[in-house]
């Protein structure tokens, strides 16, 4: 990669953090459950990488990057303050409640089929719905072919179906 200056950096994080951010913030918000959150979380990231811009210099994929930091920064909120729990049994899910009628109806039902699935597969699925990812993109931001990328997104998809349909809702 050509010598850039710390400006330039800077100039380029900034323009991905403009260009990607109703993904981010999508993103963000439904893997934390709050606007509010997804807010801070982004301006922390962006803070935290704006701090040592030089660094970025030696990041061929600054979106993959970002969206990785994107992804732990989400996993670190919700370990150090979980606003809400989504223990609910999945056989409590009735039909009425597979039509939200506001974000946080949607949060939580998204939330408890999603603990449904491993960790690998919830977040193919996450970065692909809410982060608006390809799957060429997902593979470089989880590092994994894509063959892995795809069938994690299959599997996790066809298994929410599954459960859906074992309880007659679909």
């Known amino acids: 990669?050509?010598?850039?200056?710390?400006?330039?950096?800077?100039?380029?994080?900034?323009?991905?953090?403009?260009s990607e951010r109703d993904h981010l913030f999508r993103y963000a918000c439904y893997r934390l459950g709050s606007a509010a959150e997804a807010e801070d979380t982004l301006q922390d990231l962006y803070l935290r990488l704006s701090k040592h811009p030089s660094r970025l210099a030696y990041i061929d994929d600054l979106q993959g990057y970002v969206y990785r930091s994107l992804s732990n920064s989400c996993i670190s909120r919700l370990r150090s303050h979980r606003n809400f729990t989504s223990t609910d049994a999945l056989d409590t899910i009735s039909s009425d409640d597979l039509e939200p009628k506001d974000f946080e109806q949607e949060f939580r039902l998204i939330e408890r089929l999603m603990a449904l699935l491993p960790d690998e597969q919830n977040e193919v699925i996450r970065?692909?719905?809410?982060?608006?990812?390809?799957?060429?993109?997902?593979?470089?931001?989880?590092?994994?072919?894509?063959?892995?990328?795809?069938?994690?997104?299959?599997?996790?998809?066809?298994?929410?179906?599954?459960?859906?349909?074992?309880?007659?809702?679909?």
Do not use: H, N, V, W
């Open 1 to 18: 990669m050509k010598q850039t200056t710390e400006r330039e950096q800077l100039t380029r994080l900034a323009q991905l953090m403009q």
């Open 127 to 170: 970065l692909r719905i809410y982060g608006g990812r390809q799957f060429s993109e997902i593979a470089a931001i989880c590092d994994i072919p894509l063959t892995t990328a795809k069938s994690r997104f299959r599997y996790g998809i066809d298994k929410l179906r599954e459960a859906l349909a074992e309880r007659g809702l679909i």
